[in-house]
Protein backbone atom coordinates (compact mmCIF):
# COMPACT_ATOMS: atom_id res chain seq x y z
CA UNK A 1 0.00 0.00 0.00
CA UNK A 2 2.66 2.42 -1.24
CA UNK A 3 1.30 6.13 -0.23
CA UNK A 4 2.43 7.87 -3.34
CA UNK A 5 2.87 5.63 -6.35
CA UNK A 6 3.74 6.45 -9.70
CA UNK A 7 3.80 4.42 -13.14
CA UNK A 8 6.54 3.64 -15.15
CA UNK A 9 9.38 3.33 -13.23
CA UNK A 10 11.66 3.76 -16.17
CA UNK A 11 11.31 5.01 -19.67
CA UNK A 12 13.03 5.20 -22.72
CA UNK A 13 11.81 6.61 -25.56
CA UNK A 14 13.23 8.30 -28.70
CA UNK A 15 13.30 11.70 -29.15
CA UNK A 16 10.04 13.41 -30.67
CA UNK A 17 7.36 10.86 -29.60
CA UNK A 18 4.68 11.84 -26.51
CA UNK A 19 4.79 9.78 -23.26
CA UNK A 20 2.75 9.86 -20.06
CA UNK A 21 3.28 9.50 -16.51
CA UNK A 22 0.53 8.60 -14.14
CA UNK A 23 0.50 9.22 -10.40
CA UNK A 24 -1.77 8.17 -7.57
CA UNK A 25 -1.83 8.99 -3.84
CA UNK A 26 -3.83 7.13 -0.94
CA UNK A 27 -2.84 9.76 1.63
CA UNK A 28 -5.96 11.78 1.28
CA UNK A 29 -3.73 14.68 0.22
CA UNK A 30 -5.44 17.80 -1.17
CA UNK A 31 -2.17 19.22 -3.32
CA UNK A 32 -0.25 17.10 -5.50
CA UNK A 33 2.84 18.24 -7.52
CA UNK A 34 5.60 17.32 -10.56
CA UNK A 35 9.41 17.79 -9.35
CA UNK A 36 11.88 17.23 -12.18
CA UNK A 37 15.87 16.31 -10.53
CA UNK A 38 17.96 16.71 -13.09
CA UNK A 39 21.31 14.98 -13.47
CA UNK A 40 23.02 17.54 -11.59
CA UNK A 41 20.42 16.29 -8.29
CA UNK A 42 18.38 19.51 -8.29
CA UNK A 43 14.89 19.21 -7.88
CA UNK A 44 13.28 21.97 -9.45
CA UNK A 45 8.81 22.19 -8.83
CA UNK A 46 6.97 22.01 -11.88
CA UNK A 47 3.33 21.71 -11.66
CA UNK A 48 1.18 22.17 -8.34
CA UNK A 49 -2.61 20.93 -8.11
CA UNK A 50 -5.11 21.37 -5.03
CA UNK A 51 -8.19 19.62 -5.31
CA UNK A 52 -7.76 18.94 -9.26
CA UNK A 53 -7.22 22.72 -9.50
CA UNK A 54 -3.44 23.99 -11.30
CA UNK A 55 -2.01 26.38 -8.65
CA UNK A 56 1.22 26.57 -9.56
CA UNK A 57 2.32 26.42 -13.38
CA UNK A 58 6.72 27.56 -13.13
CA UNK A 59 7.86 27.94 -16.83
CA UNK A 60 8.03 24.82 -18.12
CA UNK A 61 7.75 24.30 -21.94
CA UNK A 62 4.21 24.04 -23.33
CA UNK A 63 5.07 20.24 -24.43
CA UNK A 64 4.55 19.44 -20.66
CA UNK A 65 0.87 19.52 -19.99
CA UNK A 66 -0.82 17.65 -16.46
CA UNK A 67 -4.19 16.39 -15.96
CA UNK A 68 -5.92 15.93 -12.40
CA UNK A 69 -9.02 13.64 -13.14
CA UNK A 70 -9.37 13.77 -9.00
CA UNK A 71 -7.16 14.97 -6.10
CA UNK A 72 -5.79 11.48 -5.95
CA UNK A 73 -4.13 11.37 -9.29
CA UNK A 74 -2.38 13.36 -11.24
CA UNK A 75 -0.65 12.58 -14.67
CA UNK A 76 1.99 14.19 -16.62
CA UNK A 77 2.28 13.66 -20.51
CA UNK A 78 5.18 15.09 -22.77
CA UNK A 79 4.81 15.55 -26.61
CA UNK A 80 7.60 15.84 -29.15
CA UNK A 81 10.10 14.80 -26.56
CA UNK A 82 13.75 16.45 -26.32
CA UNK A 83 16.88 15.41 -25.00
CA UNK A 84 16.70 17.78 -22.38
CA UNK A 85 13.70 16.21 -21.33
CA UNK A 86 16.00 13.18 -20.19
CA UNK A 87 15.63 13.53 -15.85
CA UNK A 88 13.65 11.71 -13.30
CA UNK A 89 10.47 12.99 -12.65
CA UNK A 90 9.07 12.95 -9.14
CA UNK A 91 5.47 12.96 -8.00
CA UNK A 92 4.59 14.19 -4.27
CA UNK A 93 1.62 15.05 -2.57
CA UNK A 94 1.33 17.24 0.48
CA UNK A 95 -1.74 17.93 3.14
CA UNK A 96 -1.75 21.68 2.63
CA UNK A 97 -2.05 23.93 -0.54
CA UNK A 98 1.98 24.41 -1.66
CA UNK A 99 3.36 22.07 0.88
CA UNK A 100 3.93 23.80 4.22
CA UNK A 101 3.88 20.70 5.94
CA UNK A 102 5.62 19.05 4.13
CA UNK A 103 5.38 16.51 0.69
CA UNK A 104 5.90 13.01 0.12
CA UNK A 105 7.28 11.98 -3.07
CA UNK A 106 6.69 9.24 -5.10
CA UNK A 107 9.46 6.46 -6.55
CA UNK A 108 10.17 8.96 -9.51
CA UNK A 109 10.09 7.50 -13.16
CA UNK A 110 13.69 8.37 -14.92
CA UNK A 111 12.95 8.98 -18.39
CA UNK A 112 15.39 8.46 -20.92
CA UNK A 113 15.12 10.32 -24.48
CA UNK A 114 17.61 8.56 -26.93
CA UNK B 1 20.81 34.58 -5.16
CA UNK B 2 19.96 31.24 -4.92
CA UNK B 3 16.50 30.58 -2.94
CA UNK B 4 17.99 27.81 -0.57
CA UNK B 5 21.73 27.11 -0.25
CA UNK B 6 23.39 24.22 0.63
CA UNK B 7 27.20 22.80 0.23
CA UNK B 8 27.13 20.97 -2.40
CA UNK B 9 29.98 17.88 -0.39
CA UNK B 10 30.58 15.23 -0.21
CA UNK B 11 30.77 15.67 3.37
CA UNK B 12 32.97 12.42 5.07
CA UNK B 13 32.78 11.42 8.55
CA UNK B 14 34.12 8.97 10.17
CA UNK B 15 31.42 6.25 11.70
CA UNK B 16 30.59 7.18 15.49
CA UNK B 17 31.20 11.45 14.74
CA UNK B 18 28.42 13.71 14.48
CA UNK B 19 27.41 15.22 11.07
CA UNK B 20 26.71 18.66 10.62
CA UNK B 21 25.12 19.91 7.74
CA UNK B 22 24.06 23.47 6.78
CA UNK B 23 21.62 25.23 4.48
CA UNK B 24 21.07 28.80 4.23
CA UNK B 25 17.51 30.56 2.66
CA UNK B 26 16.85 33.78 1.22
CA UNK B 27 13.29 34.39 1.96
CA UNK B 28 12.92 36.41 4.79
CA UNK B 29 9.41 35.35 5.01
CA UNK B 30 9.32 31.78 5.51
CA UNK B 31 7.47 29.56 7.69
CA UNK B 32 8.39 25.92 7.92
CA UNK B 33 11.57 24.07 7.00
CA UNK B 34 12.20 20.48 6.26
CA UNK B 35 15.13 17.60 6.15
CA UNK B 36 14.64 15.03 3.26
CA UNK B 37 17.36 12.02 2.86
CA UNK B 38 17.68 10.49 -0.44
CA UNK B 39 19.23 7.77 -1.19
CA UNK B 40 21.37 7.24 -5.07
CA UNK B 41 18.47 5.98 -7.16
CA UNK B 42 15.60 6.33 -4.73
CA UNK B 43 12.95 9.18 -3.86
CA UNK B 44 13.31 11.79 -1.41
CA UNK B 45 12.34 10.85 2.59
CA UNK B 46 11.20 13.82 4.64
CA UNK B 47 12.54 12.89 8.07
CA UNK B 48 12.57 16.04 10.11
CA UNK B 49 10.77 19.64 9.87
CA UNK B 50 11.00 22.33 12.06
CA UNK B 51 8.43 25.69 11.94
CA UNK B 52 10.66 27.86 15.03
CA UNK B 53 13.40 28.74 16.29
CA UNK B 54 15.61 26.62 18.18
CA UNK B 55 16.53 22.43 18.62
CA UNK B 56 14.04 20.09 17.67
CA UNK B 57 15.19 16.64 18.36
CA UNK B 58 14.29 13.02 17.16
CA UNK B 59 16.42 9.76 17.74
CA UNK B 60 19.86 10.73 16.26
CA UNK B 61 18.78 13.50 14.34
CA UNK B 62 18.43 17.08 15.79
CA UNK B 63 17.50 20.15 13.18
CA UNK B 64 18.01 23.66 14.42
CA UNK B 65 16.67 26.50 12.92
CA UNK B 66 17.42 30.42 13.38
CA UNK B 67 15.52 32.60 11.40
CA UNK B 68 17.60 35.78 12.03
CA UNK B 69 20.23 34.70 10.31
CA UNK B 70 18.09 32.40 7.95
CA UNK B 71 19.81 29.43 8.85
CA UNK B 72 18.78 25.70 9.08
CA UNK B 73 21.07 23.07 9.82
CA UNK B 74 20.50 19.01 10.74
CA UNK B 75 22.98 16.92 12.92
CA UNK B 76 23.21 13.34 12.94
CA UNK B 77 24.51 11.99 16.51
CA UNK B 78 26.44 8.27 15.86
CA UNK B 79 26.93 8.56 12.23
CA UNK B 80 26.30 4.85 10.94
CA UNK B 81 27.27 3.90 6.85
CA UNK B 82 23.75 3.76 7.03
CA UNK B 83 23.06 7.55 6.88
CA UNK B 84 25.64 7.98 3.53
CA UNK B 85 23.12 9.65 1.45
CA UNK B 86 22.04 13.26 -0.34
CA UNK B 87 20.32 15.29 2.40
CA UNK B 88 17.87 17.82 0.71
CA UNK B 89 17.08 21.19 2.38
CA UNK B 90 13.64 22.38 1.74
CA UNK B 91 12.03 25.85 2.70
CA UNK B 92 8.01 26.56 2.17
CA UNK B 93 7.71 29.69 0.60
CA UNK B 94 4.41 31.49 1.87
CA UNK B 95 3.53 35.39 0.72
CA UNK B 96 1.43 34.19 -2.37
CA UNK B 97 4.52 31.78 -4.03
CA UNK B 98 3.25 28.85 -1.73
CA UNK B 99 5.70 26.26 -3.07
CA UNK B 100 8.20 23.95 -1.84
CA UNK B 101 12.01 25.07 -2.79
CA UNK B 102 14.43 22.51 -2.31
CA UNK B 103 18.51 23.08 -2.30
CA UNK B 104 20.64 20.89 -4.26
CA UNK B 105 21.62 19.22 -1.50
CA UNK B 106 24.67 17.83 0.76
CA UNK B 107 25.99 14.60 -0.22
CA UNK B 108 27.22 13.16 3.24
CA UNK B 109 29.53 9.78 3.08
CA UNK B 110 30.16 7.68 6.62
CA UNK B 111 32.78 5.83 6.48
CA UNK B 112 33.50 2.62 8.74
Known amino acids: DTAVSQTPKYLVTQMGNDKSIKCEQNLGHDTMYWYKQDSKKFLKIMFS???????INETVPNRFSPKSPDKAHLNLHINSLELGDSAVYFC?????????????FGQGTRLTVV | QKEVEQNSGPLSVPEGAIASLNCTYS??????FFWYRQYSGKSPELIMSIYSNGDKEDGRFTAQLNKASQYVSLLIRDSQPSDSATYLC????????????FGAGTRLAVHP
Open chain 1, 49 to 55: YNNKELI
Open chain 1, 92 to 104: ASSQDAGGGSGAF
Open chain 2, 27 to 32: DRGSQS
Open chain 2, 90 to 101: AVYLSGGYNKLI
